[in-house]
């Protein structure tokens, strides 16, 4: 009796490792991961950003909070330090303007190849600035803010 108990013991053993091969560790061999990363649309990094920003408790500048942010490029983050290096600002570059608004909203991208511009536009009456990205490799990356006048 304790043979076969021992026997039906590695049956099951064999039948459970043979089931977590065909159906958890194979698939994604033969065919790719089911979560493949979709590259996010510009207006989807500046949106996000911005929401980031904007609820940041404290000053992201001051904390230099941005600098391990993935949304900006290496080339605008030390645009930001060259910035504040000094710590004397009248115009937050981010926002172009004195204060954090309520809202913040992406619009659609216009994107001309390796260059995407994207309008934003606040909750303060008329307040705009325009954001530039650039792609690095599959990712899109904020690359500059240009301010309204």
């Known amino acids: 009796m304790k043979n076969k108990n021992q026997v039906a013991f590695l049956i099951i053993l064999v039948a459970v490792a043979a089931a977590t091969l065909l159906f958890v560790i194979l698939p994604p061999i033969l065919y790719g991961t089911a979560q493949e990363t979709k590259t996010a649309a510009p207006e989807q990094i500046v949106q996000q950003f911005y929401d980031w920003y904007v609820s940041y408790q404290g ?7 941005y600098q391990g942010n993935e ?36 619009h659609p991208a216009q994107v001309s190849g390796e260059r ?4 934003v536009t606040t909750s303060f009456t008329g307040h705009r600035l325009m954001v530039e990205l650039a792609k690095a ?11 309204s006048r």
């Open 59 to 65: 000053n992201p500048l001051v904390d230099k909070a």
């Open 71 to 106: 949304s900006l490029s290496p080339a605008f983050i030390a645009h930001l330090d060259d910035f504040t290096r000094n710590g004397e600002w009248r115009v937050d570059p981010v926002l172009c303007a004195q204060d954090v608004p309520n809202a913040v909203t992406a």
């Open 116 to 119: 995407a511009s994207v309008e």
């Open 137 to 147: 490799g599959d990712a899109w990356t904020i690359d500059h803010v240009a301010c």
